[in-house]
C-alpha cells in the first residue's frame, strides 16, 4: 500500500499538489478516470474517479497480471466478473483543495464508470452521469444520472438516461468529463454530455433540466474519449482522443456555433500532442483563454502539461508542467472563481507511484494560473 499521502511544493504549479486517491487499497486496488467540479458559491470542490476492484490498465502493483474478479463491491450484494467491477467515488474539499474529507464510495447505487459530471446553478443541483459496466464490453451500454441538492452529501437514486435517447446504441461516456450548462446564447441553460464509441463521438442534451435528452444529428469521427467546453460568445467546442492518429499524433478539435444542435467534423491540433490519451479541457474566462492538459508526448504518457489558446483553432502554448517524473496520463480541469481577476484553475490528474507500475497509480490535485497570453 502506498503511503505518499503528503501535500508537496510543486516547482511548476501555482501552490500544491496534494494526492487525492492512491493505489493499494484492500476494498479498491486502483483509482482511476479522474473528474473535478468546483461550486465557488458554497467553496468546495468534488473530485470523482473511478474506483476499480481490480489492477491493471496503468495501475499494477504486487501480482503483474489483472487479477482480483472474484471480488465484489462493498455496496453490491452479487458478484461481477473482471472488468465490471468499478463504482464512481467522491472526495469533497472545502479549503481550496488543501485537505479532503473521507472518500465516499459507490455513490450512484451500482456498478458504473466514466463519471461525467456538471453543477446547474439555477436548479443549485449536481447531475452526474456515468455508465453501467453490467453490461461492458457489451455493444448497448446503460447511461445512468443521479443528482445531488446539498453539494455532494447525498445523491439520489439512478435515472436511465438511454430510455429517453431510445437508439443509444454503444455510445458510452467520454472518459473523466464534465458535462456542460450553457451560459450564453444559444440555447442558454441547455445541459450537454457528450460520449464516444470506439472513435466517434456524440452529443446529447436536455433542455428540461435533465428530465429528457435528445442526441445531436452530428458523429464526430475519429474522436475518442471527447471533452465538451464553452467559451464567452456562447460557442461550444469538443476535444477529442485521437486513438488511431488521423493525420498525425495530436488530439483533435470540433465546434458547434447553434449551441450543440450540430458540430463540424473533428480536424487536427498539431500544436496539442496526444500519445493516444484522454486529454483534459477548460474555458478561463477570465483570460479568455481555452486550456487542454494532458502528457506532453506523441508516443508516451508522460510530463502533464498545461497548453492554453485565445482562439482554440490557431496553435496552443506550453504554459506550465504539473511537475512528476512519474508518468502522465488522464486529467481534469476547472474554473476555480467566477471573479474576472482571478484566472486560477483547479488541475486533478494522474501519475505514477512508488510500488505501482504505470502512469496511473495515483490521483493528485493542484492548482495552476495560466499567464496573460498576447491575443
Excluded at 331 to 348: C, D, F, I, K, V
Excluded at 349 to 371: F, M
Amino acid at each position: 500500500t502506498s503511503t505518499d499521502t503528503s501535500t508537496e511544493t510543486s516547482a511548476y504549479t501555482d501552490t500544491i499538489s496534494t494526492e487525492v486517491f492512491t493505489y493499494g487499497s484492500s476494498d479498491y486496488p486502483c483509482v482511476r478516470i479522474p473528474a473535478l467540479l468546483s461550486i465557488e458559491s458554497e467553496g468546495v470542490l468534488l473530485a470523482f474517479a473511478e474506483c476499480r476492484k481490480f489492477h491493471g490498465d496503468g495501475c499494477v502493483f504486487g501480482a503483474t497480471n489483472q487479477t482480483n474478479s472474484s471480488v465484489t463491491a462493498s455496496n453490491s450484494t452479487t458478484s461481477a466478473p473482471f472488468g465490471v467491477q468499478r463504482n464512481i467515488c467522491l472526495r469533497r474539499s472545502f479549503d481550496g483543495g488543501k485537505t479532503w474529507m473521507s472518500r465516499q464510495d459507490n455513490i450512484t447505487g451500482t456498478w458504473c464508470a466514466d463519471p461525467s459530471p456538471v453543477y446547474n446553478e439555477a436548479l443549485k443541483t449536481i447531475f452526474l452521469q456515468c455508465d453501467d459496466t453490467t453490461h461492458f464490453p457489451a455493444p448497448n451500454f446503460t447511461i445512468w444520472q443521479v443528482a445531488s441538492r446539498d453539494f455532494g452529501a447525498t445523491w439520489s437514486s439512478p435515472m436511465n438516461v438511454s430510455t429517453s435517447l431510445k437508439t443509444l446504441g454503444s455510445y458510452h461516456l467520454g472518459t473523466s468529463n464534465a458535462g456542460l450548462v450553457k451560459k450564453h446564447k444559444p440555447n442558454l441553460g441547455r445541459m450537454l454530455f457528450i460520449g464516444y464509441d470506439g472513435s466517434i463521438s456524440k452529443v446529447w442534451y436536455s433542455d428540461d433540466n435533465g428530465t429528457s435528452y435528445r442526441y445531436s444529428p452530428s458523429s464526430l469521427t475519429h474522436c475518442g474519449e471527447p471533452q465538451i467546453i464553452e467559451d464567452g460568445g456562447g460557442k461550444v467546442w469538443v476535444i477529442c482522443r485521437n486513438n488511431k492518429h488521423f493525420e498525425c499524433h495530436c488530439r483533435l478539435l470540433s465546434w458547434s456555433d447553434d449551441g450543440g444542435e450540430t458540430f463540424v467534423q473533428p480536424q487536427p491540433m498539431p500544436s496539442l500532442p496526444d500519445p493516444a490519451c484522454q486529454g483534459a479541457a477548460v474555458y478561463d474566462d477570465a483570460l479568455d483563454l481555452v486550456c487542454v492538459s494532458g502528457p506532453n508526448s506523441a508516443t508516451e504518457r508522460v510530463d502533464m502539461t498545461l497548453f492554453c489558446s485565445h482562439d482554440p483553432s490557431s496553435p496552443f502554448q506550453n504554459i506550465t508542467r504539473a511537475g512528476s517524473s512519474l508518468g502522465a496520463a488522464y486529467s481534469a480541469l476547472t474554473r476555480l472563481s467566477s471573479q474576472p481577476h482571478n484566472a486560477t484553475l483547479g488541475w486533478l490528474w494522474e501519475t505514477g507511484a512508488k510500488g505501482c507500475t504505470g502512469a496511473s497509480c495515483q490521483i493528485r490535485y493542484s492548482t495552476v494560473t495560466p499567464p496573460q497570453i498576447p491575443q
